[in-house]
């Protein structure tokens, strides 16, 4: 048994993660303050020896420190999971990204945990000119905030890792779908047509093409790769390796809903928001490589996802 630190334990994808790692068999402490992450996403847990639960604020080093000592890896999943948010407020991802990765790096230095599991993005790519774009693409050209400061912690862990002898893995997801969503595009949808059931707004020009990727593989991809690659720096991308486009989410939906007689209404223009990447196609050959392929499609992972969704 392991005894595993997931900061930011309580979100979409960490508690999910929780209760993988749990049902494995290791001993898992959440670390969340809940700005984005939900009790209820955790409570099944409550009562479990092989479980705690910290509400606290990875900006405090210090009870960080007291918390964190003692575990063998740390999955460092906590960050402000809204990109459109830092557009308003541009310190938002500088403070819960890069500078909350550097408390839980400092932490692990000062408490002599070596292991650390890091969750990036396929914004640190900006817009490439390469596509499918594979992990060792460059230079970076990040376009939003959020994409600059995921790629700034992707920094801060190699550099803690030669200097300080720590191992570390660096997963740059695709768009992550599925139930206990609270953010994203699928969460603004439901939302719209719950409040409007006879139009759904678009961002942009509805053309917007991206991966997207299951939470159940994303969380699989994640535990193969560690167990797998044993490399000082492993990164991957994490993906299916085909796209699909926002208008067909959209119809998906409405579908689903039963809206059928509801209209799509256009914002127009090539991106839904500035920092938004129109076109995002992650290269997945090397994990796939290492012997890991995705269960689902974009489709069929957007589709499970709607189901859970509304389920919920």
């Known amino acids: 048994m392991k005894k ?11 508690s999910q993660l929780a209760d993988k790692l749990i049902a494995d068999g290791n001993y898992v402490t959440v ?7 939900k009790e209820s ?22 009870k960080l420190k007291q ?12 960050a402000n999971p809204d990109i459109r948010y830092g557009i308003e ?27 650390i599991v890091f969750s990036s993005t396929s914004t640190i790519y900006g817009e490439p000119t390469v596509m499918p774009t594979p992990e060792e693409y460059g230079p970076l050209y990040p376009i939003s905030l959020y994409g600059a400061s995921k790629l700034a912690c992707e920094a801060l862990c190699t550099a803690f890792s030669h200097t300080f002898n ?15 969503g609270t953010h994203g595009l699928l969460y603004d949808f439901i939302k719209k047509l719950k409040q409007n059931a006879n139009e759904l707004e678009i961002l ?12 159940d593989d994303c969380i699989d991809a994640m535990l193969y790769a560690c167990k797998n690659s044993n490399d000082q720096f492993n990164v991957y ?14 119809k998906l939906l409405i579908n689903k809903m039963g809206l059928n007689n509801a209209k799509l209404k256009l914002t127009g223009g090539d991106r839904g928001w500035p920092g938004d990447v129109a076109k995002m196609d992650l290269d997945v050959r090397k994990i796939n490589k290492l012997g890991w392929k995705s269960k689902y499609s974009s489709r069929e992972a957007v589709e499970i996802a709607i189901d859970r969704m509304l389920n919920e």
């Not at 720590?166 to 206990?180: D, E, P, S, T």
């Not at 991308?237 to 959209?250: P, R, S």
Request: net charge negative; proline share 0%; aromatic share 10%.
């Open 204 to 215: 942009g020009n509805g053309r917007q093409v991206k991966s997207y990727l299951l939470v």
């Open 237 to 250: 991308n994490l993906g299916c390796g085909d796209q699909i486009d926002i208008t067909m989410i959209a």
């Open 89 to 115: 407020h541009t310190d938002a991802d500088l403070k819960q990204n890069t500078i909350c990765t550097y408390n839980i790096l400092e932490a692990m230095r000062l408490t002599g945990i070596n292991k």
């Open 4 to 14: 595993i630190f997931i900061a930011g334990g309580a979100g979409f994808i960490g």
């Open 166 to 180: 720590m191992q570390c893995w660096i997963f740059r997801f695709a768009n992550i779908v599925g139930g206990r």
């Open 41 to 62: 996403f955790i409570k099944q847990n409550f009562g479990n020896g092989n479980f705690s639960f910290v509400r606290a604020d990875i900006e405090d080093l210090d």
């Open 67 to 78: 918390n964190i000592i003692g575990h063998d890896i740390v999955f460092q999943l906590a």
């Open 31 to 37: 670390y969340d303050n809940l700005s984005s992450g």
